[in-house]
């Protein structure tokens, strides 16, 4: 059965910290790591990962994957209110495993 | 603005009664799927269409959950007698398959809240 496992699940901090976030997987049919941010209501696409090693960023989030190791994680730097949410983890070929997220709580 | 569109935003009905959760995905996707999410179960594929054609439905509850796409600009979920543990944000996603297997990222609708009495 596919596995897909983020941590922490939560985690608080103020404006300005860094966060790492991770994902561990065990899945049958790799082709593509996703992550996704999740406010209020649908989940919104981040980063998609293929290739390990690569860095992805998108202004102050960077992602990078490990296919050796099973892993990928979420990085966030100066942190800002807005940045709360939920932050998803997927893993699969079309068919995508998520992860039950860690929720990312930005304090003023 | 491209995006993927869900009708109703919030569905409230009783146990027993028929539910249809429509989506229309973004215009020259030919990838649909249908997700459920639950606090306790999280976001679990409920089934996948390509080009139309229903691919893998093995998510769902096969006696009473149904998914069909009438056209390219429509895909169904219907519910038939919906029960109470199907409460649930039930969302649609969109995505461009261009060979083979291999797909690109999914956009995700808004979500049908749905809650069974």
């Known amino acids: 059965e596919d596995k897909v496992v983020q941590s922490p699940l939560s985690l608080v901090v103020h404006e300005g910290d860094t966060v790492t976030l991770n994902c561990s997987y065990e899945?049958?049919?790799?082709?593509?790591l996703l992550w996704y941010k999740q406010e209020k209501k649908a989940p919104t696409f981040l980063f998609m990962l293929?290739?390990?090693?690569i860095e992805k960023k998108s202004g102050r989030l960077s992602s990078i994957l490990d296919k050796k190791e099973l892993f990928s994680i979420l990085n966030i730097t100066a942190t800002q209110t807005g940045d709360s949410a939920i932050y998803l983890c997927a893993v699969g070929d079309y068919k995508l495993s998520f992860g039950a997220g860690t929720t990312v709580t930005v304090r003023a | 603005d491209a995006r993927v569109t869900q009708t109703p935003r919030d569905k409230v009905t009783e146990m027993g009664q028929e539910v249809t959760m429509r989506c229309q995905p973004i215009l020259g996707h030919n990838t649909v799927f249908w997700y459920r999410q639950t606090m306790m179960q999280g976001l679990e594929l409920l089934a996948y269409f390509r080009n139309r054609a229903p691919l893998d439905d093995s998510g769902m509850p096969k006696d009473r959950f149904s998914a069909e796409m009438p056209d390219a600009t429509l895909a169904t979920l219907k519910i038939q007698p919906s029960e109470p543990r199907d409460s649930a944000v039930y969302f649609c996603a969109s995505g461009l398959s261009t060979s083979g297997d291999s797909y690109n990222e999914q956009f995700f609708g808004p979500g049908t809240r749905l809650t069974v009495l």
């Open positions: 899945v049958t049919n790799f082709r593509s």
């Open positions: 293929t290739s390990s090693g």
